[in-house]
């Protein structure tokens, strides 16, 4: 089945700075990839997704982007603030069904 | 906007009893999930669910396992009789018929079996 790894699990950065995290899939049919955040007692928030037949995908300050040849998509955050910071996750969804698999998360932190 | 409901927030019950976490989808979606997350580890989805039966499900949704939408607004996962290793965060979610729809979560039921 999927598989799908996630990188890093933390990640502490300047307020101000940029924020990426990259993730690894390991079924070359998936074709949807969600990012989800999560804050401190609340449910995965969808935050932006892109679908395979895309290779980017830009939303204000965040974007995704995918290599289908390489099975990796990363997010990308810039001019990060404090309340950016939350757990981030990735996931991966096969060709067939709507099974999401996910990445075990990276925690953010964004510093005044 | 629009949001997933999970109900109770917290759930604390003794091995071996049965437990029903409920959920209310987003009214216009359907397609129906359960997930969990073990704490300390990955979300892992459990079953899907669309026009009152199950679509696909993971080897972690047994026999002790079971979904139902018993009327026009609830979506409900039963454990019939619970170990301890059930304890975990449950997430329901919901989105619209279609292919890669995206999945929006409730905030989840975190379930302790003592």
């Known amino acids: 089945g999927e598989n799908v790894e996630q990188h890093p699990s933390t990640l502490s950065v300047q307020e101000g700075d940029s924020a990426v995290i990259k993730c690894t899939y390991s079924?070359?049919?998936?074709?949807?990839f969600p990012w989800y955040k999560q804050e401190l007692g609340k449910g995965p928030q969808l935050i932006i997704d892109?679908?395979?037949?895309?290779g980017e995908k830009k939303d204000q300050r965040i974007a995704v982007t995918l290599n289908k040849t390489a099975k990796h998509f990363s997010l990308h955050i810039t001019e990060t603030q404090p309340e950016d910071s939350a757990v981030y996750f990735c996931a991966a969804k096969g060709f067939a069904g709507n099974k999401l698999t996910f990445g075990g998360g990276t925690r953010v932190l964004v510093k005044p | 906007e629009p949001e997933v409901t999970q109900t109770p927030s917290h759930q604390v019950t003794q091995m071996g009893q049965e437990v029903i976490l409920r959920c209310v989808p987003i009214?216009?979606?359907?397609?129906f999930y359960w997930y969990r997350q073990i704490l300390g580890q990955k979300v892992e989805f459990l079953v899907s669910?669309?026009?009152?039966?199950?679509?696909?499900k993971s080897e972690i949704f047994d026999d002790q396992f079971s979904v139902e939408r018993p009327d026009g607004s609830n979506f409900t996962l039963k454990i019939r009789s619970t170990k301890l290793e059930d304890s975990a965060m449950y997430f329901c979610a919901s989105s619209e018929l279609g292919q890669n729809q995206p999945q929006h979560f409730g905030d989840g039921t975190r379930l302790s079996i003592l």
């Open positions: 669910f669309y026009n009152n039966e199950i679509s696909e």
């Open positions: 009214s216009n979606h359907l397609y």
């Open positions: 892109i679908r395979s037949n895309v």
């Open positions: 079924d070359s049919a998936s074709n949807y």
